[in-house]
């Protein structure tokens, strides 16, 4: 199946590396993708840090990568609100990295009585952020959001990410978000643009079973799980959201 593809679409931590290690199979495995002549592009649901600070971050790694090479779910939604939601005014609950990148692509910041209320993955959270972001929706922001993991894998464990505070603002108000980043079909139909692949010629390789592996399920792109991240074999074994191929790493497919 791999001798077919172009296009291999890898998320990050939990794939190529966990927290600041990178797995010992990542540089072999990228040779051999470049070696073919074929293409590797990192998406990332993670909007917590910039695009420039994620090639900084993989450059340091060892990793050979330009901004060309990296899609976050923060540029999916950049992407959606230039071009469906032109002019209208943002608060974001997110870190600085975003919120520079943001207000850099001319996306209107505000923080009294927005049109939109964006949250995403805050490792700088505080309770008067949440307090405001529930105060714009229950007066009648529109509630977005980059991206619904739940968990971000961290070295020992994991820590509460994007999807785990919209739920603490939906139980708040009642409103649920409209999300983008992995699975969405967003996603999908801006890696076609940007790339000019279509789907049969990409291959998704990821750790978790509801963003990367689904998108390919829900969207007829080959997924690959790999169990070095977020999921377990019992929890792949459980879901009803079923890969075409599990390895232990990317390693594995060599």
Request: hydrophobic residues 35%.
């Amino acid at each position: 199946m791999l001798e077919d593809k172009q296009l291999f679409i890898l998320d990050m931590d939990g794939t190529v590396y966990l927290g600041d290690e990178l797995f010992p199979e990542t540089l072999p495995f990228l040779s051999r993708i470049r070696s073919a002549g074929k293409r590797y592009l990192f998406f990332t649901n993670n909007a917590s840090r910039s695009p420039e600070t994620y090639v900084t971050r993989l450059s340091n790694m060892g990793i050979p990568v330009t901004r060309e090479d990296i899609l976050t779910s923060g540029d999916v939604t950049l992407h959606f609100l230039k071009t469906q939601r032109p002019g209208q005014s943002v608060y974001i609950v997110g870190t600085p990295d975003l919120i520079q990148s943001f207000e850099s692509e001319g996306i209107i910041l505000n923080d009294q009585d927005p049109d939109i209320v964006l949250v995403s993955f805050d490792t700088t959270l505080t309770y008067d952020k949440l307090e405001k972001a529930c105060r714009f929706i229950r007066e009648g922001a529109e509630f977005l959001s980059t991206h619904p993991d739940l968990n971000c894998p961290v070295q020992g464990g994991f820590i509460p990410d994007s999807g785990a505070i919209c739920a603490l603002v939906t139980a708040s108000t009642g409103v649920e978000p409209r999300y983008f980043g992995k699975p969405y079909p967003e996603t999908l139909n801006m890696l076609m643009d940007t790339t000019g692949c279509s789907k049969e010629e990409m291959v998704v390789i990821g750790d978790r079973l509801y963003t990367e592996i689904a998108m390919g399920v829900q969207n007829g792109v080959d997924a690959v799980l790999v169990l070095s991240g977020e999921t377990s074999q019992e929890d792949a074994e459980q879901s009803p959201i079923k890969p075409d191929f599990i390895v232990d790493s990317i390693g594995d497919l060599l």
